[in-house]
């Protein structure tokens, strides 16, 4: 074990190393490590203690059956014996990033017990290692579906998830090596690393015959763990991996096929630095694009890069919703066409967001250019914050930006969810929110950078020696900035000449975001002001970064205001989904009525014709609750009441901490005329009447089938007083509940809440189940499901399952086993159609 060393952002590791490695370039922009920038704001500072208290213990208790299942490998691989552990694809990449984030909280304050903890899961994960550097518990312990994951090891790269869950592990062990330079982990790596390297690219004879796999990984992440491992060892192997998986990409291996077996589902349709457009999986995507830049930054080949920009204005012309959110298809959880941006049945995956603040963040590292920050902090503040819950312990899998509390948007419910069978969303939170410290300050040799405002302190190294700066702000609900800068004696007296770089984002200036999708109506001209030392002053305006070149002194202060008026935004008239409609933002901030705050009733009664003056407009600080601290913001509306319509006004909050007072009615984009009100009103649920017969192989005389589709759902799966369907009395026999459709139908997703007998003696959750479906009079076909759902058995909540492409037939059989011994039963059954 090496001694405990302060950590190192990840990205400017180069910069400390490259003298003594002949490393490569990196970014032009060294930001500083998150570790290096304290906290003193109101807004991130809370949220970090949230992540310490509640979101990391919670994330590693959820993460348990990840670490058990790895236990159980380690005892096959040694021949200990015991129960085999369960196959799954990708559980362990959920644990990797918990862990992850547990090691950045780790490197901001110790804490032995969670140290201790890391270190026991860590021996765990080194024991379930093969000698050759395999980790993948399925194959290892040769119970892998074939299906998902390939009769053999790499067999089944584009799906398996092989190459990605080890990307996750090598980001986990390099920061857990940075936080305490412990490297048992790191070795586990590169261990990994290293058999990567042969298998893939040299040729293994112990795998697939001992010729080279040369495929890219269905799931991109390990492009840019590669570029962090090289930047913590120095080791050339790994950058040159990353390079030759960016450059086999739809190169070697090109799927052929629909839906997730589409070429361009993984971007696997072209080779890299020939993409112009935003394709596929939208998760996928980002860390795709994430890793191009990283490549183009440390081997200087510049073409990713481009291809990246090309790319980036696809997405910020085309295919980005206003909160930051990617992906609004659900079928591949990816891009659709460009305009193509729903709100009640978008998706936006609260790990595309994520991986959207990654990309542009590192864009805007490579360039020096502020648009790309503009969109990672709206990303960030928005899409991503949503996707936990204000107590750091529920989340978003999906974010819409309209519910009407009724619709399962979220993988099973309409709110939010304390976890996920596919939990990549709550373990991405976990990582992402300890390092955003690390995106306020960054610097060049003469330079310093601020992008993103709060209240912080840090001390940056120039040349002439560190500058101290101390920062003042309530951003994001203020845009008043003060700076008191405090820089080391230079060589030749007082000071230190450097430009101060100071963003002023879009939002601002022109429009909400970058790109041809959003442009604000209202008529409001807000001017941003600038003082140095009390005195105003009309800096240069670079690259989206007001410049002040001076040699600043000991006590130096700078004032930046940036107005945060409430604002009125439209779309493009292509974006079919929101003609005649308007949002409401303020600062970085998009807004939205939330029900809670508008009279119990739902929020799709209110329209806005026209932006408000801004005498009509009342915001406020909400003093106590869940919400307290939060801006909210009263504008004008019409509100419809029955037949009539009437003066009113809508209370909005921001985007962010919707759904955390219950899972009812919201809107973003608000209608401006009554008719699409009206129609908004109408909820695009489907009533049991639209499903046709309802029939079931056996029905209780006590219970009912109608009880299924009777709209009623319970708290909980044991709950008595609701009516039900259940098997009894027969156990060990399996049922299915059918369901005969009035005309051909195209199936969206089937949804089950299922019952449980509270006393667990006779009714127990089912041992599986699956669909069959049929058309006209043919025979009953096995529902190929979408490639990251299961056939859920989760109590307490909706299990939602997705077909792997759009399922258009006559009926569907839910096929029941039940648990050896036991009985069945079902409270709820929800389906919904594509048009």
């Keep these: 074990?090496?001694?405990?060393?302060?950590?190192?952002?990840?990205l400017t590791i180069a910069l400390a190393i490259a003298a003594r490695a002949g490393l490569a370039a990196d970014y032009p922009l060294a930001p500083m490590p998150f570790d290096k920038v304290e906290l003193a704001d109101t807004f991130w500072l809370p949220r970090l203690k949230t992540q310490a208290?509640?979101?990391?213990?919670?994330?590693?208790?959820?993460?348990?059956?990840?670490?058990?299942?790895?236990?159980?490998?380690?005892?096959?691989?040694?021949?200990?014996?015991?129960?085999?552990?369960?196959?799954?694809?990708?559980?362990?990449?959920?644990?990797?990033?918990?862990?992850?984030?547990?090691?950045?909280?780790?490197?901001?304050?110790?804490?032995?017990?969670?140290?201790?903890?890391?270190?026991?899961?860590?021996?765990?994960?080194?024991?379930?290692?093969?000698?050759?550097?395999?980790?993948?518990?399925?194959?290892?312990?040769?119970?892998?579906?074939?299906?998902?994951?390939g009769e053999t090891p790499y067999s089944w790269v584009v799906h398996s998830h092989e190459l990605y869950n080890m990307g996750h592990?090598?980001?986990?062990?390099?920061?857990?090596?940075?936080?305490?330079?412990?490297?048992?982990?790191?070795?586990?790596?590169?261990?990994?690393?290293?058999?990567?390297?042969?298998?893939?690219?040299?040729?293994?004879?112990?795998?697939?015959?001992?010729?080279?796999?040369?495929?890219?990984?269905?799931?991109?992440?390990?492009?840019?763990?590669?570029?962090?491992?090289?930047?913590?060892?120095?080791?050339?192997?790994?950058?040159?991996?990353?390079?030759?998986?960016?450059?086999?990409?739809?190169?070697?291996?090109?799927?052929?096929?629909?839906g997730v077996m589409s070429p361009s589902y993984a971007q696997q349709h072209k080779p890299v630095v020939e993409q112009t457009k935003a394709v596929g999986h939208a998760v996928r995507a980002g860390y795709l694009y994430a890793g191009m830049a990283d490549v183009s930054a440390l081997s200087g080949d510049l073409s990713y890069a481009r291809a990246a920009e090309r790319i980036w204005h696809d997405v910020v012309d085309t295919k980005m919703h206003i909160i930051g959110g990617l992906g609004a298809t659900h079928g591949i959880e990816g891009f659709g066409r460009a305009y193509e941006l729903p709100n009640r049945n978008t998706y936006n995956e609260t790990c595309a967001a994520v991986a959207n603040v990654f990309f542009n963040f590192r864009m805007y590292l490579l360039h020096k250019d502020a648009k790309y920050f503009d969109v990672a902090e709206v990303a960030l503040l928005n899409n991503s914050l949503a996707g936990m819950g204000l107590a750091g312990d529920s989340f978003f899998y999906v974010n819409v930006l309209e519910a009407d509390g009724i619709r399962m948007f979220n993988h099973g419910t309409a709110g939010r969810s304390a976890w996920f069978g596919c939990a990549c969303c709550p373990s991405n939170l976990a990582r992402l929110i300890p390092q955003v410290s690390g995106y306020m300050y960054a610097h060049t040799d003469d330079e310093i950078y601020l992008a993103l405002y709060g209240s912080s302190r840090t001390e940056i190294p120039m040349p002439g020696g560190k500058v101290a700066i101390r920062q003042t702000s309530g951003y994001p609900f203020d845009g008043k900035v003060t700076l008191r800068i405090d820089p080391a004696p230079g060589r030749d007296g007082p000071g230190q000449p450097f430009a101060l770089k100071l963003r002023i984002p879009t939002w601002a200036r022109e429009q909400f975001v970058p790109g041809k999708l959003y442009r604000y109506v209202d008529k409001l001209r807000p001017q941003w002001t600038l003082r140095v030392n009390g005195e105003k002053t009309e800096p240069e305006l670079v690259k989206g970064f007001a410049t002040i070149r001076r040699r600043w002194k000991?006590?130096?202060?700078?004032?930046?205001?940036?107005?945060?008026?409430?604002?009125?935004?439209?779309?493009?008239?292509?974006?079919?989904?929101?003609?005649?409609?308007?949002?409401?933002?303020?600062?970085?901030?998009?807004?939205?009525?939330?029900?809670?705050?508008?009279?119990?009733?739902?929020?799709?009664?209110?329209?806005?014709?026209?932006?408000?003056?801004?005498?009509?407009?009342?915001?406020?600080?909400?003093?106590?609750?869940?919400?307290?601290?939060?801006?909210?913001?009263?504008?004008?509306?019409?509100?419809?009441?029955?037949?009539?319509?009437?003066?009113?006004?809508?209370?909005?909050?921001?985007?962010?901490?919707?759904?955390?007072?219950?899972?009812?009615?919201?809107?973003v984009w608000m209608p401006r005329n009554e008719k699409l009100a009206r129609e908004s009103m109408i909820s695009n649920l489907l009533t049991s009447s639209s499903y046709g017969k309802v029939l079931a192989t056996h029905t209780f005389e006590a219970d009912t089938v109608a009880a299924v589709v009777d709209g009623k759902v319970p708290a909980k799966s044991a709950d008595r007083k609701q009516r039900r369907w259940t098997s009894l009395p027969?156990?060990?026999?399996?049922?299915?509940?059918?369901?005969?459709?009035?005309?051909?139908?195209?199936?969206?997703?089937?949804?089950?809440?299922?019952?449980?007998?509270?006393?667990?003696?006779?009714?127990?959750?089912?041992?599986?189940?699956?669909?069959?479906?049929?058309?006209?009079?043919?025979?009953?076909?096995?529902?190929?499901?979408?490639?990251?759902?299961?056939?859920?058995?989760?109590?307490?909540?909706?299990?939602?399952?997705?077909?792997?492409?759009?399922?258009?037939?006559?009926?569907?059989?839910?096929?029941?086993?039940?648990?050896?011994?036991?009985?069945?039963?079902?409270h709820e059954i929800r389906l919904e159609f594509k048009p």
């Design 169 to 258: 592990l090598y980001e986990g062990a390099i920061a857990y090596y940075r936080a305490t330079g412990k490297d048992k982990w790191l070795k586990v790596a590169e261990k990994s690393a290293r058999h990567f390297n042969k298998v893939i690219f040299e040729g293994d004879p112990n795998y697939n015959g001992g010729k080279p796999v040369m495929q890219a990984p269905g799931h991109e992440e390990l492009e840019l763990a590669l570029c962090k491992l090289y930047r913590v060892t120095g080791k050339r192997l790994y950058l040159d991996m990353a390079k030759k998986f960016l450059d086999i990409r739809g190169v070697t291996y090109r799927p052929e096929g629909e």
């Design 1 to 10: 074990m090496t001694s405990r060393r302060p950590a190192v952002c990840l």
């Design 53 to 149: 208290e509640s979101t990391v213990p919670h994330a590693l208790k959820q993460t348990e059956p990840a670490v058990e299942n790895l236990r159980r490998c380690g005892n096959f691989l040694h021949g200990r014996g015991g129960e085999l552990p369960f196959p799954h694809r990708f559980v362990s990449s959920d644990l990797y990033k918990v862990m992850e984030g547990a090691a950045y909280l780790l490197t901001i304050r110790p804490n032995p017990a969670l140290e201790k903890q890391m270190d026991q899961i860590i021996d765990v994960i080194a024991d379930a290692q093969q000698d050759d550097g395999y980790l993948y518990v399925s194959h290892i312990c040769k119970i892998a579906r074939p299906s998902e994951m």
């Design 554 to 667: 000991p006590g130096d202060t700078v004032e930046l205001d940036l107005p945060m008026p409430i604002r009125y935004n439209v779309t493009v008239d292509e974006v079919e989904a929101n003609r005649d409609r308007i949002a409401v933002t303020r600062g970085p901030l998009v807004y939205c009525a939330e029900q809670a705050d508008n009279g119990g009733e739902k929020v799709q009664r209110f329209f806005i014709p026209e932006p408000a003056k801004a005498d009509e407009i009342r915001t406020e600080v909400v003093e106590d609750g869940l919400l307290k601290g939060i801006v909210r913001a009263s504008v004008p509306a019409v509100e419809i009441i029955g037949e009539e319509i009437r003066e009113s006004t809508v209370k909005l909050i921001p985007y962010y901490a919707w759904n955390n007072r219950g899972a009812e009615s919201m809107v």
């Design 730 to 826: 027969f156990k060990n026999r399996g049922q299915n509940i059918i369901f005969e459709f009035p005309q051909t139908k195209t199936v969206a997703n089937v949804s089950i809440y299922w019952y449980e007998d509270p006393d667990g003696e006779k009714v127990e959750l089912p041992r599986e189940w699956w669909i069959d479906y049929k058309t006209g009079d043919g025979d009953w076909t096995r529902m190929k499901k979408y490639v990251t759902d299961d056939y859920g058995l989760q109590r307490d909540q909706f299990n939602v399952v997705r077909p792997a492409a759009p399922l258009r037939c006559d009926a569907i059989s839910i096929r029941i086993l039940p648990q050896v011994g036991f009985c069945m039963g079902v």
